[in-house]
Structures are given as structure tokens and as C-alpha cells.
């Protein structure tokens, strides 16, 4: 069963429940009404004609109905974004702090330290705005760059315009590969099949017809006549009439009754559990602090605030915006490796992809299909072999590949047929059971010739004569294998090969399959598309990135393993469409392991593969641009399609190439997992020094006849911290973190706080021991200096927060943590010796550098005064350095036990 596709330009995510809630989904009666009359009344009622709406028209009722869209794009306009910015919960602390501070003021230093937090306000609030906005407007730009459109008919004449500027009355053409574009009323169609898999769930095209008749149809998308955005054209074409557009589609209507969110990925479910993670510690860490500083101190109105701020302090608030940039930067440098992300979150699923399953032809292949040869069945050249292929490729009206291109292309026919005596009768459109496609054309002799053009073993199966040198003859079953070693000839040196056969028949209106047998085997025409010289290379990069390379295609085997061969991909085993089918799923999960080359697979065969290796726990991406390959794409982690794809394809992929190219997925590969080692840092650095945090603070607590630290002080420390994380998602990446696939793992994240965090507690410890002991923070009547004798002259040791010992407390630690949290940014970025063996980027390190002379300005400087910081004695710096030197080593030491156990 197929599952829903993730259509970007206006498909819901989640409407892959249509089925089941369908029958509570109410369509419009006015294309119930449209189903049952004649295409003359239908373009009456809609107030248009067969050549379409003039432009005026069109845009008069693109204003009055609206774009045809049924989801809301999910960018934040500049209002929520700045509202975001002011939820975070250090703006809303500093900001009630800030409101304490102008009412409870009782000197001018109250005041100052009110406009100090609300200037921390605007700082952390302008911070986040900005970054936010930058990433949310480069997301949508890059998302513009990626449209689907649909063939218009305006005026008389045909043009693409994008689907959301269709309207009501618009007459659209479609052919195989087209997105249904609006909900329509067919007007014409030849052997039209629909894939209607993204709403009902079936795999199985549902075919539709142009006749008007009376509606007995038991659900909406039984109407034979009618087609639903959202369904995409498998095989013919049509010319239908636009009914409903947007919110009054079928689609739209179900919108309105199913989630529009994605199914969260391992990324967002990693995330979210980190998140989680940090709010049990505050669950825990909170009111312990509350209560411990409430009872010990007796001060319940300071323990709060106190408490509050902890909280701030446990909160990865940054996540967000780090998370945002971070996605959005890697979209930005994806973009210039000619990698378009359409949905940001799966810049992680294409780091963390391990298999990568790719179609032949364009990714191992240049995609320049030549047509070498055209030879009767004896393999002798023969100018009426592409006399007939050329009149099948020129009269198809269906979607022309690659193939059909290069019959057309060949200059050598164009000199001695004209196609002016010859005129279109009918046409049998190409499916994949058939694996083939004919067009009837009239010749000049009167006559109808049925030309058939396909794979070499679903035309012979249909030929009982062949031709040869002008003589006609029977195909006996001896020379039927015969015909299949001269196809495998070409095939084993690399050629594509169709075979051409026809049949002539009295003139009549109309053909059908059943019509494509007793044909005379014309002969062959054989294609050369080369191997990529840089398709060699692209696979072994993939492969020193731990990305196992596998082949899907519906090519037969032959042409598959010559260029496999030639690209480096070894091929210990083949598997065919033919051996999948007998396959249970368990079978097939275990051939897909040890299986480099599918060969004659069908859409439903990839998928299965796809579904298999997904299941065996690998992270799975497909590459594919094909009508094909749409049902594939859906299955996979990360669905891969090329600019030049089809609609259904560029629709259902997460990621577009603008080449189609392996050596530009490597690219996006290793910047996804960039934007992925950026985060995983910040989550890192976050979560272990909170959890140590959350140590040192209850220890304090017990400890100390005052605060740890005022809450402004905490929230002013927070903030500094917040400033020197923002360049993270521009930081330089080991290459040894790009090497091989990272899935997110919360153990990985777990062991690290549980090592790392306590090491901080380590040095804040000793910095309470040094400021306790050695500067004597212990007496509540320590003497401040003469320059500081005013500001403490009132102060009690009845009131120990107010006293000089708390302050030079509270400043040492406050210095001491700041600036440990700064540096160590630098060692728990990289798995190397820090600054020796990797740098980080230079903006981190200026901030970080930037971030710590503040901390170091801060006690002697005059907003010092307004924070409650005091100058710090002279001996305090030699000792500091020796904390940071000390907790640099330990931190290095316990981070490579950890990556010699692999815990990490």
C-alpha cells in the first residue's frame, strides 16, 4: 500500500487518513452536478470555452476566490516571531525583575539596575529576532525556488503557470507525470489512469473517462469524469475544465478535518526529549532550591526569585533560535552546493542516511541518452526501423523521456521523412505492466499502422512474424531466444535497447490494448548513455562517508551491470522485479541487505525495497525523478529528486538537486551533517553544564549564609552565556564528525551530561572553598575596601546578602563560572585537542575571546556597580587561570575516556 506523499506546495501532511474519515468529508455539490453533464453544459455553467479564459478574466477570479492553495505556508510573520522572542523565559525573568526593581526602588542604584535589565531585555529579545527572521526569510526563499506548475490554456493559447494562480474555469492539459492541479471535470482524455494513492491509500491506477452520465458512485473519488488534487496522472492525457480550487477541493475540505503537522522525525523527537530532559531537572532542581534557601535563610520572597532564576538558568532557551539558524544556515551553504531543501528538518534525516538507493540513468550515467543504432532483427542497419520509431516518438503525446528524445534529436531522419503525410489515429499510452507504448497513425497509402515501441521481451511476446530484408516471416519459438541473445549482445555492451514492431489494420476510430498482438518485429533501436566520470568518485565518497549505494531501476540487467561495473560497485548478486514478487517480506529484508543491483523493478517493487531496508533499521534515501519512482520517494527517509523531475517527483521529495549528480548529494550529505554536529554541540554544552549547575547550586545552598548568587547576577551570567553560543551554527566541523552517519541518540547525549556536567562542579567547588577560605567570605563582617566603604556601609551581617563577604562571593563565582563556560565551549566542540589539533570557527572564537574579557571588565567596571559585583582581589586571577587550565585538562581527559569506549 502506497503511503502519502509530502507534497510542499500546498498538500496537508497527515491527509494519508482520506480513507478512513473520507466518507464525513462533504464534496461540493456543484462537481457532483458537473459529473452528469455534457462537456458543452459544464463550460457554460463555468463561464468559459475551450480555449480557455482571457487573462483579465483570470485574474479577476484569482482575486475574488483566492489562490489555490489548501495549506497555510508555516513561516512566522514578523509579529509572531517578535512575540516568540519576548516568551523566552529569560526575557520574562529579567523582565519581572526589571518591573520589582522600578516599584521596590528606594535608591538611585535600584533604578539603574531596573534599565540595565530592561536593556538586557531588548539585547536578548533583538538577539533572537534577528536571527530568527534571517533564518525564516532564507528558508522561503529557498522554498521559492522550487515550483510546480500545471499547462494552462488561456486566451487559445498553452502556457505553465504555477498552481497557485489556477482558477475556477481554467482549461489545464494533462499528460503522465502531472500533478492534478485543482479539482476538474474531464473534457477529453485517452486511456487516462490516475494514481489516486495519496488519497485513498490503493496503489492500483484507477482509470477515468470523459463521458457525462448519471452519479451512482458510492464515495467522490468514484466519479469517473472527475479528478481531485492531490492524485497524479500515471499514464495518457486529458483536457479537463478546473471546477473547485483551494479550500473547495475535495482535498481542502479534508484538510480542515486531519492534522496539517509532519510526523515528528528522529530529529524532532531527539530534541524533544532533550527538552524534556532539562524540564525534569527543574522539576526536581527548583523547588529543592526554593526550599532549601527558603528554610536555611528565612528570606522566602529572595529564595523565590532566586529559585526563578536557577530555572532560567536550567532552560535551554537558545535551543530554538540555535536550532532555527542552524537548519536555515545549512539550507543557505546546501543551496550553493545546488542542494534545495524543501523541508528543513530533513537536513538531519540526509546527514544521518546510511543507505542511499539511486536510480541508473542521470546519477551513475551523464543522462545524454544517444541514439547509436538502429538495425533490423539481424542486427544489420535499417533505415525503416527508425522511420517507425521516429513516428512513435514524434505522434506520443504522453510524457517523452529521455529515449524518445534522442529518436527525435537523430538529425539523420530528419532529412528523409516528413511527418506531414502522416497523421495520428489514436495512441496507447505507456504503463509499467505493459512496459511499452503505441501510437496508430494513417499513411499515405490509406491504411493504419499500429507502431509499438518497447521493451524487447514484452514485444516479443506479442510478435508472431518478424521482418526481414522486405520479407515477412513467421516468429518460430527457436528464433525467439535467438532474438534474445542479439538483444543481450547490445544490452552486455552497454546499450539501452527497444524493440519496434508493428501491425497494419483497415482504417477504424479507435485502438486498445487488445490490439497490441500478432505484431511483426520490425527490429531494434539501441541507445549509449556513458557512465559519469565523476560517478566513479561520487560512489567511493559516499562510501567513506558510510553510505552503502544500491541500485534501483527498471533497465534490464545487462545494460545495469556493465555500467555498474564501470562506476566501482560491486556486484556479488543481482535481483530482479520477477524474484521480489515471490518474496515474503522477511525474505526480501534479508536479500536487500546483501543486494548492490535491482534491475526490471516496478514502482511497487522500490517501495517494497525502500520498506525493507527502512524496517531493517537503516536511515534510507532515494534519488529518482521518474513517474516511477513518486511511490519510492514517499517510502524513503529522505526522498532525493533533481529540478528537471517530473511534478509527482519534485513533490514528493524532501530535497531537490539542481544536477542530478552524486557528487553534489555527497556535498549536501556532508553539510547536513554539519547543521546536525552544530546542534548536537549546543545541546551538548547546554545539558552539561546545566546538570553540573544544578550540583554546585544545591551545594552552595546548603553551604552558604546567603545566596549562591543574586538573581540578576544569574541571569546576567545566563546571558553572557547565550551571547558566546550564538556563532555555533557557523562553526567549523572535524571532519571526523562528518565521516560516517550520526542518528540522533540520547544515550550518546545522556553519558556526555552525566561525565562531563559533574567536572564543572569540580572547579566551582574549589572556587567556593577559595572565596570561603582564602578571601575569608565566611565572616559576615568582612571590611570592604576604602573605595567600596560607602556602598557597604549600611549593610548588616543581620542581612548577609547585603554584606561585602556575599558580594566578593558571589562575584568570584560569578567570574569563575563565565568564564569556565566560555572556554569550555572549545572542548566540547570538537572530539580533538582543542586549539591545537582544531579550531573553531573565528567568529566563535572572537565571541568567545569577546565574552570573556567582559567577565574579567565586569567586577571593576561601572555597570559592575549596578549588578552588585565588587572588584576582585589581585590573588584572584592567578588562581582563576589555574582553574581554567585545570578544567580544561580534566574535561579533555574524561571526554577521551569516554571516545576510547565509544560511550560517546
Same mark, same amino acid.
Given at each position: 500500500?502506497?503511503?502519502?506523499?509530502?507534497?510542499?506546495?500546498s498538500?496537508?501532511?497527515?491527509?494519508?487518513?482520506a480513507?478512513?474519515?473520507g466518507?464525513?468529508?462533504q464534496?461540493s455539490?456543484?462537481?457532483?452536478?458537473?459529473?452528469?453533464?455534457p462537456?458543452?453544459?459544464?463550460?457554460?455553467e463555468?463561464?468559459?470555452?475551450?480555449?480557455?479564459?482571457?487573462?483579465?478574466?483570470?485574474?479577476?477570479r484569482?482575486e475574488q476566490?483566492?489562490?489555490?492553495?489548501v495549506?497555510?505556508q508555516a513561516?512566522?510573520?514578523? &509579529?509572531k516571531?517578535?512575540?516568540?522572542?519576548? &516568551?523566552n523565559p529569560?526575557?520574562?525573568l529579567?523582565?519581572?525583575l526589571?518591573?520589582?526593581?522600578?516599584?521596590?526602588?528606594q535608591?538611585?542604584?535600584?533604578v539603574v539596575?531596573?534599565?540595565?535589565?530592561?536593556a538586557m531585555?531588548?539585547?536578548?529579545v533583538?538577539?533572537?529576532?534577528?536571527?530568527?527572521a534571517r533564518?525564516?526569510s532564507?528558508?522561503?526563499? &529557498?522554498?521559492?525556488?522550487?515550483r510546480?506548475?500545471?499547462t494552462v490554456?488561456?486566451g487559445?493559447?498553452?502556457?505553465?503557470i504555477?498552481l497557485?494562480?489556477?482558477?475556477?474555469?481554467?482549461?489545464v492539459?494533462?499528460?503522465?507525470?502531472?500533478m492534478?492541479?485543482?479539482?476538474?471535470r474531464?473534457?477529453?482524455c485517452k486511456?487516462?489512469?490516475?494514481?489516486?494513492?495519496?488519497l485513498?491509500?490503493e496503489?492500483?491506477p484507477v482509470?477515468?473517462?470523459?463521458?457525462?452520465?448519471?452519479?451512482?458512485?458510492?464515495?467522490?473519488?468514484?466519479?469517473?469524469n472527475?479528478?481531485?488534487?492531490?492524485?497524479s496522472v500515471e499514464?495518457?492525457?486529458?483536457?479537463?475544465v478546473?471546477v473547485?480550487?483551494?479550500?473547495?477541493?475535495?482535498?481542502?475540505a479534508?484538510?480542515a478535518?486531519i492534522?496539517?503537522e509532519?510526523?515528528?522525525?528522529?530529529?524532532?523527537?531527539g530534541?524533544?526529549a532533550f527538552?524534556?530532559?532539562m524540564?525534569?531537572?527543574m522539576?526536581?532542581?527548583?523547588p529543592?532550591?526554593?526550599l532549601i534557601n527558603?528554610?536555611?535563610?528565612?528570606?522566602?520572597?529572595?529564595?523565590f526569585?532566586?529559585a526563578?532564576?536557577?530555572?532560567?538558568?536550567?532552560?535551554?532557551?537558545?535551543?530554538p533560535?540555535?536550532?532555527?539558524v542552524?537548519?536555515?544556515?545549512?539550507a543557505?551553504?546546501?543551496?550553493r552546493k545546488?542542494?534545495?531543501?524543501k523541508r528543513?528538518?530533513s537536513?538531519?534525516?540526509?546527514?544521518?542516511?546510511?543507505?542511499?538507493c539511486?536510480?541508473k540513468?542521470?546519477?551513475?550515467?551523464?543522462?545524454r541518452?544517444?541514439?547509436?543504432?538502429?538495425?533490423?532483427?539481424?542486427?544489420?542497419?535499417?533505415e525503416?526501423?527508425?522511420h517507425?520509431?521516429?513516428?512513435?516518438?514524434?505522434?506520443?503525446?504522453?510524457?517523452?523521456?529521455?529515449?524518445?528524445?534522442?529518436i527525435?534529436?537523430h538529425?539523420?531522419?530528419?532529412?528523409?521523412?516528413s511527418?506531414?503525410?502522416?497523421s495520428?489515429?489514436?495512441?496507447?499510452p505507456?504503463?509499467?505492466s505493459?512496459?511499452?507504448m503505441?501510437?496508430?497513425v494513417?499513411?499515405?497509402?490509406g491504411?493504419?499502422r499500429l507502431i509499438?515501441?518497447?521493451?524487447?521481451?514484452?514485444?516479443f511476446?506479442?510478435c508472431?512474424?518478424f521482418?526481414?530484408?522486405?520479407?515477412?516471416?513467421?516468429?518460430d519459438?527457436?528464433?525467439?531466444?535467438?532474438?534474445?541473445?542479439?538483444c543481450?549482445?547490445?544490452?552486455?555492451d552497454?546499450?539501452?535497447v527497444?524493440a519496434?514492431?508493428?501491425?497494419?489494420?483497415?482504417?477504424r476510430?479507435?485502438?486498445g490494448?487488445?490490439d497490441?498482438?500478432e505484431?511483426?518485429?520490425?527490429?531494434?533501436?539501441?541507445?549509449?548513455?556513458?557512465?559519469?566520470?565523476?560517478?566513479?568518485p561520487?560512489?567511493?565518497?559516499?562510501?567513506?562517508?558510510?553510505?552503502?549505494?544500491?541500485?534501483l531501476?527498471?533497465?534490464?540487467?545487462l545494460?545495469?551491470?556493465?555500467?555498474?561495473?564501470t562506476?566501482?560497485?560491486?556486484?556479488h548478486?543481482?535481483?530482479t522485479?520477477?524474484?521480489?514478487e515471490?518474496?515474503?517480506d522477511?525474505?526480501?529484508?534479508?536479500a536487500?541487505e546483501?543486494?548492490?543491483?535491482?534491475?526490471r523493478?516496478?514502482p511497487?517493487?522500490?517501495?517494497?525495497?525502500?520498506?525493507?531496508l527502512?524496517?531493517?533499521?537503516?536511515?534510507?534515501?532515494?534519488?529518482?525523478?521518474?513517474?516511477?519512482?513518486s511511490?519510492?520517494l514517499?517510502?524513503a527517509d529522505?526522498?532525493?529528486?533533481v529540478?528537471?523531475?517530473?511534478?509527482?517527483?519534485?513533490e514528493?521529495?524532501?530535497?531537490i538537486?539542481?544536477?542530478?549528480?552524486?557528487m553534489?548529494?555527497?556535498e549536501?550529505?556532508?553539510?547536513?551533517?554539519k547543521v546536525?554536529?552544530?546542534?548536537?554541540k549546543?545541546?551538548?554544552?547546554?545539558?552539561s553544564?546545566?546538570?553540573g549547575?544544578?550540583f554546585?547550586?544545591?551545594?552552595?545552598?546548603l553551604?552558604?549564609p546567603?545566596l549562591?548568587?543574586?538573581p540578576?547576577?544569574?541571569?546576567?551570567?545566563?546571558?553572557?552565556y547565550?551571547?558566546?553560543?550564538?556563532?555555533?551554527?557557523?562553526d567549523?566541523?572535524?571532519?571526523e564528525?562528518v565521516?560516517?552517519?550520526?542518528?540522533?541518540s540520547?544515550?550518546e547525549i545522556?553519558?556526555?551530561?552525566?561525565?562531563?556536567g559533574?567536572c564543572?562542579?569540580?572547579?566551582d567547588?574549589?572556587?567556593y572553598?577559595?572565596m570561603?577560605?582564602?578571601?575569608?567570605?565566611?565572616?559576615?563582617?568582612?571590611?570592604?575596601?576604602p573605595?567600596?566603604?560607602?556602598?557597604?556601609?549600611?549593610?548588616?551581617?543581620a542581612?548577609p546578602d547585603?554584606?561585602?563577604?556575599?558580594a566578593?562571593?558571589?562575584t568570584g563565582?560569578f567570574?569563575?563560572?563565565l568564564?569556565?563556560?566560555t572556554?569550555?565551549?572549545?572542548v566540547?566542540r570538537?572530539?580533538?585537542?582543542?586549539?591545537?589539533?582544531?579550531?573553531?570557527?573565528?567568529?566563535?572564537i572572537?565571541t568567545?575571546?569577546?565574552?570573556?574579557?567582559?567577565?574579567?571588565?565586569?567586577?571593576?567596571?561601572?555597570?559592575?556597580?549596578?549588578?552588585?559585583?565588587?572588584?576582585l582581589?589581585?590573588?584572584?586571577?592567578?588562581?582563576l587561570?589555574a582553574?581554567?587550565?585545570?578544567y580544561?585538562?580534566?574535561?579533555?581527559?574524561?571526554?577521551v575516556?569516554?571516545?576510547r569506549?565509544?560511550?560517546?
Open positions: 500500500m502506497a503511503t502519502a506523499p509530502k507534497y510542499g506546495f498538500l496537508p501532511h497527515g491527509f494519508h487518513f480513507r478512513r474519515i466518507d464525513q468529508i464534496v455539490p456543484r462537481l457532483v452536478r458537473m459529473a452528469s453533464l462537456p458543452a453544459d459544464v463550460l457554460a463555468l463561464k468559459t470555452s475551450a480555449g480557455g479564459l482571457t487573462e483579465n478574466e483570470a485574474r479577476r484569482l476566490f483566492g489562490p489555490n492553495i495549506t497555510e513561516r512566522f510573520t514578523r &509579529l516571531l517578535l512575540v516568540r522572542a519576548c &516568551l529569560l526575557v520574562v529579567l523582565s519581572i526589571a518591573i520589582i526593581s522600578f516599584v521596590t526602588a535608591a538611585a542604584s535600584d539596575g531596573g534599565f540595565l535589565m530592561v531585555v531588548i539585547l536578548g533583538s538577539l533572537r529576532f534577528i536571527q530568527e533564518a525564516g532564507a528558508a522561503a526563499r &529557498l522554498k521559492a525556488m522550487i510546480v506548475t500545471a490554456v488561456r487559445g493559447d498553452a502556457r505553465e504555477p497557485a494562480d489556477l482558477v475556477e474555469g481554467d482549461i492539459r494533462l499528460a503522465a507525470g502531472d492534478i492541479p485543482a479539482d476538474v474531464i473534457l477529453s486511456d487516462l489512469f490516475l494514481s489516486q494513492a495519496s485513498t491509500g496503489s492500483y482509470e477515468k473517462y470523459d463521458a457525462a452520465g448519471p452519479v451512482a458512485a458510492r464515495t467522490p473519488l468514484e466519479l469517473r472527475i479528478c481531485f488534487l492531490g492524485t499514464s495518457g492525457s486529458a483536457a479537463a478546473v473547485e480550487t483551494g479550500f473547495k477541493t475535495y482535498l481542502g479534508l484538510a478535518s492534522t496539517k509532519p510526523p515528528p522525525s528522529s530529529f524532532d523527537k530534541v524533544a527538552t524534556w530532559l524540564l525534569r531537572f522539576a526536581v532542581m527548583v529543592l532550591v526554593f527558603g528554610f536555611s535563610k528565612g528570606r522566602w520572597g529572595e529564595a526569585l532566586f526563578l532564576a536557577v530555572a532560567v538558568g536550567l532552560t535551554p532557551e537558545m535551543l533560535m540555535i536550532v532555527s542552524c537548519l536555515a544556515s545549512g543557505i551553504l546546501m543551496s545546488k542542494v534545495i531543501v528543513l528538518n537536513i538531519q534525516n540526509l546527514g544521518a542516511m546510511d543507505v542511499l539511486t536510480d540513468t542521470g546519477t551513475l550515467t551523464m543522462d541518452v544517444i541514439l547509436e543504432q538502429y538495425c533490423d532483427v539481424a542486427l544489420k542497419e535499417d525503416g526501423v527508425l517507425l520509431a521516429f513516428l512513435n516518438s514524434h505522434f506520443q503525446t504522453g510524457l517523452k523521456n529521455v529515449l524518445d528524445r534522442a527525435l534529436e538529425q539523420e531522419i530528419h532529412r528523409d521523412i511527418t506531414e503525410n502522416y495520428k489515429v489514436d495512441e496507447i505507456f504503463d509499467f505493459r512496459r511499452m503505441s501510437v496508430v494513417a499513411t499515405p497509402a491504411e493504419h509499438c515501441k518497447g521493451a524487447p521481451e514484452s514485444v511476446s506479442r508472431t512474424q521482418e526481414l530484408d522486405g520479407d515477412i516471416n513467421p516468429m519459438p527457436l528464433l525467439l531466444e535467438d532474438l534474445r541473445e542479439e543481450d549482445e547490445l544490452s552486455a552497454g546499450f539501452r527497444l519496434i514492431a508493428y501491425r497494419t489494420f483497415e482504417p476510430r479507435v485502438y490494448k487488445e497490441e498482438h505484431l511483426v518485429l520490425k527490429g531494434y533501436v539501441a541507445f549509449l548513455d556513458p557512465p559519469r566520470e565523476t560517478a566513479g561520487a560512489i567511493a565518497a559516499l562510501q567513506s562517508h558510510g553510505i552503502a549505494v544500491k541500485v531501476t527498471g533497465d534490464n540487467e545494460v545495469a551491470r556493465k555500467i555498474c561495473g562506476v566501482g560497485l560491486p556486484l548478486n543481482v535481483l522485479g520477477a524474484g521480489i515471490g518474496m515474503n522477511a525474505e526480501l529484508a534479508a536487500a546483501k543486494t548492490i543491483l535491482f534491475v523493478l516496478s511497487a517493487d522500490k517501495q517494497r525495497i525502500i520498506t525493507a527502512r524496517n531493517n533499521g537503516h536511515v534510507v534515501g532515494f534519488l529518482g525523478d521518474g513517474i516511477n519512482d511511490p519510492a514517499r517510502a529522505v526522498g532525493i529528486s529540478d528537471t523531475a517530473v511534478d509527482v517527483a519534485k514528493a521529495a524532501d530535497a538537486l539542481l544536477e542530478k549528480s552524486l553534489v548529494l555527497e549536501g550529505v556532508v553539510e547536513g551533517r546536525f554536529a552544530n546542534i548536537v549546543y545541546i551538548r554544552m547546554g545539558a553544564s546545566n546538570f549547575n544544578m554546585s547550586v544545591l551545594g552552595a545552598s553551604w552558604l546567603y549562591p548568587m543574586a540578576l547576577k544569574i541571569l546576567t551570567n545566563n546571558l553572557l547565550d551571547f558566546s553560543q550564538v556563532p555555533i551554527p557557523a567549523d566541523v572535524d571532519a564528525q565521516a560516517k552517519p550520526r542518528p540522533w540520547m544515550g545522556g553519558r556526555f551530561i552525566l561525565f562531563i559533574p564543572s562542579s569540580v572547579f567547588y574549589t572556587t572553598a577559595l570561603w577560605f582564602f578571601f575569608k567570605c565566611s565572616d559576615l563582617g568582612l571590611k570592604a575596601p573605595e567600596l566603604a560607602a556602598r557597604f556601609a549600611h549593610c548588616s551581617p542581612n547585603s554584606t561585602y563577604a556575599a566578593l562571593f558571589q563565582w567570574v569563575e563560572s568564564l569556565t563556560q572556554l569550555i565551549i572549545h566540547i570538537t572530539n580533538k585537542v582543542p586549539f591545537i589539533q582544531s579550531l573553531a570557527s573565528w567568529q566563535l572572537m568567545s575571546i569577546g565574552i570573556m574579557l567582559i567577565g574579567v571588565w565586569l567586577p571593576s567596571s561601572p555597570i559592575g556597580q549596578w549588578l552588585g559585583l565588587v572588584p582581589p589581585p590573588l584572584y586571577w592567578p588562581f587561570s582553574t581554567l587550565l585545570l580544561v585538562g580534566l574535561t579533555q581527559l574524561v571526554k575516556l569516554l571516545l569506549r565509544n560511550w560517546i
